[in-house]
């Protein structure tokens, strides 16, 4: 990913967003590449840490995986007494 001084002036939080998912963002200035960030190795992934905080993260993984309108009618099906 690509970004200039002032994208990372202003959008800092996404920079290092892209880095937590394993990116490396170039930094220019007046169109010469002037700095790297890349992903820390010293800190456990950002998902890992998810998993560990919150017991009911990725409580649908192993699931068959259906399409959204599939879920929305299995959800409404029973709804009305025929």
Not at 45 to 59: A, K, M, Q
Request: with cysteine.
């Amino acid at each position: 990913m690509e970004a200039t001084t002032k994208d990372l002036r202003l959008h800092t939080r996404e920079l290092l967003a892209a880095t937590d998912r394993g990116e490396e963002v170039v930094i220019s200035y007046r169109g010469q590449v002037r700095a790297r960030l890349v992903p820390c190795n010293e800190h456990a992934p950002r998902t890992s840490r998810l998993e560990e905080r919150n017991p009911l993260f990725g409580l649908w993984r192993g699931r068959d995986q259906q399409t959204v309108d599939e879920q929305v009618r299995s959800l409404r099906k029973g709804r009305y007494a025929p």
